[in-house]
Nanobody
Framework: QVQVVESGGGLVQAGGSLRLSCAASGSIFSMNDMGWYRQASGNDRELVARITWRGSFYYADSVKGRFGISRDNAKNTLYLQMNSLKPEDTAVYYC????????WGQGTQVTVSS
């Protein structure tokens, strides 16, 4: 069973940047499309960025041009570079395969103050 551990969240002012990391156990990481999801209070969890196993990208319109997803298959690690952060980016951020295949991790809280 693959386990994921997210890190890198925090409190940042609007316009600031954060870089999230996701460490995944197991050797099948490189064989999966991977994504970053987020869940704001009172909202459903949504996929905001996806990177295929071939390295193609997808971004939700709400983050396009501001967020960048990348992966290091040798380290079984997924990253999310978040720039020009907005208060509406405040959420708990999770990583998982796309579509989701493994149990959710604890997530990492991102709070953007105005």
């Amino acid at each position: 069973q693959v386990q994921v551990v997210e890190s890198g969240g925090g409190l940042v002012q609007a316009g600031g940047s954060l870089r999230l990391s996701c460490a995944a156990s197991g050797s099948i990481f490189s064989m999966n499309d991977m994504g970053w999801y987020r869940q704001a209070s009172g909202n459903d969890r949504e996929l905001v960025a996806r990177i295929t196993w071939r390295g193609s990208f997808y971004y939700a319109d709400s983050v396009k041009g501001r967020f960048g997803i990348s992966r290091d298959n040798a380290k079984n690690t997924l990253y999310l570079q978040m720039n020009s952060l907005k208060p509406e980016d405040t959420a708990v951020y999770y990583c998982n395969a796309v579509p989701r295949r493994w149990p959710w991790g604890q997530g990492t809280q991102v709070t953007v103050s105005s």
